[in-house]
C-alpha cells in the first residue's frame, strides 16, 4: 500500500524584530568638547574645594566640642540646645510640650 508520507520538520528561526529606536539628546562633550570638558572640570573642582572645606569646618567643630568637654559642659546637652534653638518658638514649645506629656505618663517627671 503505498501512501503520502509526511515529514516533520522544524521552522527556521524567526529573525529577531529590531527594538524600536529612540532619540537620545545631543552630547554636550561630543558637541563642542572643549568647552563642555572645561565646564565639567570646573565643577569637579569646585565640588573638591567645598568638600575640603566642609572637612575643615568638621575640624573646627570637633574641636570647639572637645573644648566645652574639657571645661566640664556636657557636650550632648549642648548639641541639643543648638538643635532646639534652629526650631521656632512656637514649635519649640510644641515639643516641649509633648517630651512633659510622654514623660508625664510614663512616670519620669
Do not use: C, W
Not at 509526511?6 to 528561526?13: N, S, T
Not at 572640570?41 to 575640624?59: F, N, T, Y
Request: proline share 6%.
Amino acid at each position: 500500500m503505498g501512501g503520502i508520507r509526511h515529514e516533520f520538520r522544524a521552522l527556521p528561526p524567526e529573525k529577531p524584530k529590531s527594538a524600536r529606536k529612540t532619540r537620545t539628546a545631543p552630547d554636550p562633550i561630543d558637541a563642542n568638547p572643549d568647552s563642555a570638558a572645561q565646564q565639567l572640570k570646573q565643577l569637579i573642582e569646585r565640588l573638591e574645594r567645598l568638600e575640603e572645606e566642609k572637612r575643615g569646618i568638621a575640624d573646627d567643630i570637633k574641636e570647639v566640642k572637645s573644648e566645652a568637654k574639657a571645661l566640664g559642659y556636657d557636650v550632648k546637652t549642648i548639641t541639643a540646645i543648638i538643635a532646639m534653638r534652629k526650631l521656632s518658638p512656637d514649635v519649640r514649645q510644641e515639643a516641649e510640650a509633648i517630651l512633659d506629656t510622654y514623660k508625664t505618663a510614663l512616670g519620669i517627671v
